[in-house]
Structure formats: C-alpha cells, structure tokens
C-alpha cells in the first residue's frame, strides 16, 4: 500500500508543481468563465428569460443559470490542459518512461487524471467564490453537495482528454482537435440554453445536446448545487467516464493499442 501511495503522490506532486509554475493557466481558466459571467450573461439576461425549471424554484436570472456550466467549461478545458502534457510528456520520452515502470497502467493513468481533476476542482471553487459576489449563491451545503459531481464530471472530461491524447502523434495537432472537441461541446449543450428551449427552434439540435455527455456533466452541477441529485446524468456521466478511460487504457497499452508505440507518438 506504501508504494502505492508513494507512486499516487508522486504523479500528484508533479501535476501540482507543473500547475504552480504557470500562474498563467490559473487565470486562463478564470478569465473564460468570469467573461461570460460579467459581459455575455448582462447581454443575454433581457433577451433569455427563464422559466421556473428544475433544480430552481423559482425565476432566476441567466447569469445563475449558466454558471453551472460555467463549472463545467473550466473543468473540460483543464481536462484537455492536463492532456495536452500527456502528449508533451510522450514527446520527449517521460510518458514512456512512466508507463515502462512496474506500476498497472489503469493506476498510472488513473493517478493522473485525479491529480488533474483535483487542480480543476481548485478552479471551480476560486471561480464560484468569485461568483458570490455577482449575486451567484446558491444555498451554502450546495457548496458541499457539489464536490462529488465536480469529482465524477472531472473525472469524465479527464477521462476524454486521456483518450484523445493517445491518438495524437503530434503535439502540434492536439490544439487542433481540442478546439475541434471543447467547443462544440460546449455550445451544443445546456451549459447556456436550457434544453426546451433548444427545443422550440430545433429538434434535431435539441437532441444532439440531449446525447452530449457535456450536458449530463452541466446537470449534474447545476442540481448538486441545490443539494438535488439528477439521476440520469448521474448515469451518464458514470458510463461515459468508463466507456473513456478503459478507451484510454487500451490505446495506452503498447501490447494492444496504437497510442504509444508510433513513431513520434
């Protein structure tokens, strides 16, 4: 168990170093969020009005709705952050040198998508703390109620980004495909628009945002921030995040899959 621990903290430490020593991705990840919090939601908040729909009990105003998603956004753009070293790491011999120790795969790529998840979880609490004083407060356990579904959807975003970094030859052309994945995940969900209203324009985009996984990882933010659960994005989110990270494994392993055994990637 010793060991164990000691590989995990290791793997931690290093993410957690990497993350100190560039501030700047710290405010990146708030700088994104806080412009749609403080600019788009004052524009959009006379022309989208809300109607009363769970988790909330009454009208709220449209910068409370999106903030849910807001959570969100930071965690899938830390999830591809934290890939994006993975392919940098294999670039220069490190991810080789990691995955030829004696440790399980599934516990080396495991320890570091929760090293990841738990930088991206510092965040989201920076950024609703920031929230708070835009009048964004939800009840206070939901604050406490929330870190699960932070844990588990950071835990599926991280666990797409470990994926799609092992098909990526080239850090070069992560960028590309992060663009490619980030935002159409993002806009064609509820992270900004509520899935009736989606409805009421188009049928097929509704439904595009109803398969998303980015929408059930929204969800299940936005109803833990009010100390509900939504079981079926509960769900989701659990599936998607095994589908993800056993796909990870796989293409990490240089017996079965490609990820590690081209040339260059």
Known sequence: MTGWLTVFSGIARREALRFVNQRGRFLA?????????FI?????????????????????????????????????FNGMQSSLSMVYDRETGAMR?????????????ASKLVAGVLVSILQVYAFLAIAWFWD??????????VLPALVLSGLMLGA?????????RQLENFAGVMNFVIFPMFFASSALYPLWR???SSTLLHDICAMNPFTHAVELIRFA????VNWLSLGVVLG????????????????RGLGVRRKGG
């Open 240 to 255: 998607c995040l095994a589908v993800f990270f056993a796909g990870a494994v796989f293409m990490y392993d240089p017996a």
């Open 160 to 168: 797409l980004g470990l994926f799609l970094s092992s098909a990526i």
């Open 136 to 145: 964004v407060r939800p009840p206070a356990w939901g604050y406490v109620t």
């Open 225 to 228: 921030l009010y100390q509900q």
């Open 198 to 200: 989606m409805a009421e």
């Open 40 to 76: 788009f939601a004052a524009g959009f908040r006379a022309v989208l009005g809300l109607s009363i729909t769970p988790p909330y009990q009454t009208y709220v105003l449209y910068e409370v709705y999106v903030t849910p998603g807001l959570c969100a956004m930071i965690q899938l």
């Open 97 to 109: 040198t990691l995955l030829v120790s004696p440790w399980p795969r599934w516990f080396l790529l």
């Open 29 to 37: 990840a708030l700088v994104r969020p806080l412009v749609w919090l």
